[in-house]
């Protein structure tokens, strides 16, 4: 197999701009955050790449759900639930504002796909997806 060459490297997976305002935001509105940065000795204005990393086992199963949400948390229109299969479910809210143009995207698929808006269409939901932060 042949190294990968460092042209195909990307050193992140999105913009680290975006993250860093949502780093910001979040130290300063999520109490679980903040507790977990002072868990940490990471001062509240550390830069991204400076930020301990999160995961379920570390962060998101040490605080309570009211200490992990932001101020938007009123917007949330659905909460998702995983399978449980680590031994304990987590819950994931949905919020309004991040599915405003769901359905013009799920429209946009469908026509692009599978040409609805031309011919008869059969769909047939062989899984739960919904449930499932993938689905």
Do not use: C
């Amino acid at each position: 197999m042949s190294p990968i060459t460092p042209s195909l490297l990307q050193p992140a997976l999105g913009s680290i701009e975006i993250a860093q305002k949502i780093a910001e935001r979040v130290t300063q509105q999520v109490s679980g955050y903040q507790k977990f940065l002072g868990q940490h000795q990471v001062l509240s204005d550390a830069k991204f790449d400076q930020l301990p990393l999160t995961d379920k086992a570390a962060y998101l199963k040490q605080f309570p759900l009211q200490e992990l949400v932001g101020d938007d948390f009123t917007q949330t229109f659905n909460i998702f639930s995983s399978s449980g299969s680590s031994g304990r479910a987590f819950y994931w809210p949905q919020l309004k504002s991040s599915h405003r143009a769901s359905e013009a995207r799920l429209k946009q698929l469908l026509e692009s796909v599978f040409a609805v808006h031309q011919r008869k269409t059969l769909a047939i939901v062989g899984l739960a997806l919904g449930s499932w932060i993938g689905g």
